[in-house]
DNA sequence: CGACGGTTTGAGTCCGGTCAATTGTCGTGG
DNA sequence: CCACGACAATTGACCGGACTCAAACCGTCG
């Protein structure tokens, strides 16, 4: 089961065919990530299946269990990925964003769910006509196992921010990710948004909101980042937290 | 990066190239999961390249940060697949057996290290030969991209593990997933050999040395499991150890 | 303005970590 | 065969970082 974030591709892998033209012209340009891989022409089966749609934030529009028909490409707003347990406790396995693929799987049903965080756009293509794609396109499959690969390597990475780091370094790792993000999209790196819930991110670096707020309020009395306003946070002094999350105390 | 279970792979799941005969002779049955998926004859130019490799228990034969030429098919034995902070903090991201691949990146590096933890058995291939192989081979290519999403679909797994779960259902989870996998060569699962130290173990669950033993030593004393003699561990209440795991209190 | 959701802050608790000592296991060699 | 050493596993006592429970604060929006 692939939810991938697309814009993890480093720049060497898939460059060529990401260059290209596409002919997904309805979609934005980030888009490119996904339809790089094939010819403008030939995408014509894949646009003529795809069906856009709109979903309110807040909203669950991939459940875990349920059959796997489909996958998506996030066009615009930022999306959680999560895993629950009975009672209630939740990992969130991943955020993705404009340009990030979702629900790529080679199983019968869905693995996790998928809930919008902002208002999202989405573009949502039948998954046979994926597979037909596959056969025709090698391109396409050498690039998907590319993006798995790179996913791979960044779930390795979250294993072990779960697994070894303190909370500091969990945040200090996070806020990273996010501003190395942030700069392969034309950002300075000098400041980031947090359009998720402070809940959210304790879900997704396996601590709890009230610890998550509390390192937040530390990191700033330390003069390590600085909280703006609407959840914007600029990083105040990177090379400490770099050292930081990388665990050098 | 990839460093993955074959053996995760679900039956169904490329089951018609696994069927298929393999020239792959002098590795043992177990790698009809990489030659499976290419026909017998053109795998010459591989196995031209390969080479058989033995690893003395102990000995870390896969370095991160070093440049990624080579992968690595198990014919035998178990490894641990590590990443390593600073001052010293490991964490063990998974273990592989007989069957596994490791080792199958499209960076230039690898991103983890591999230790083997009994003695092993390897079969080495140049990751170019790989590469030429793909696109001659699509059907390879496919069933790579199947195991890739298998592999993340456990990583997200490992996440839930890592970021929500109480120690004594790591362990439950932990000896379950192995009972699993003893199932699927033939096991009765009903009880699993362990060939990795506590610590290991520990580094694999995110906790300690310590904690692991005390909580082998509670789900003893509770009658879930017994510990027999060189790294067995029977599953006595097997129910009980599943709903531990699956976190139903 | 008041209601509501999210955030911050505080006080107290506990699970798992740390430090330390003991016991068990296994291979080696006298 | 047993003594020895090295390493793994267990157990105990104590500690602390993160959790829990609870209250106050804040921004937004009807």
Known sequence: ML???????PRNAGSSAAARAHACESCTARSISICGAIRAEDLGRLAAARAHQHVAAGETFLHEGEAATHFFNIIDGAVKVFKLMPDGRRQIT????????????????????????????????PRRQLERLLDEFPKMERRLLAIASNELAAAQEQMMLLGRKTAHERIASFVLSLARRAERFGGDGR???????????????GITTETASRVFTSLKKR?????????????????TLEELAAGFE
Chains 1, 2 share one sequence.
């Open 94 to 125: 991943g955020f993705l964003f404009a340009g990030d693929l979702l629900g790529l799987a080679f199983n019968d049903s869905y693995t996790y769910s998928a809930e919008a965080i902002t208002s999202v756009k989405i573009c949502r293509f």
């Open 3 to 9: 939810a991938m974030a697309l814009s993890e591709m």
């Open 191 to 205: 400041s980031v948004q947090l359009p998720m819930t402070r809940t959210d991110i304790a879900d997704y670096l």
């Open 223 to 239: 003069g390590y980042i600085e909280l703006e306003a609407a959840g914007r946070v600029h990083l105040a002094d990177r090379d």
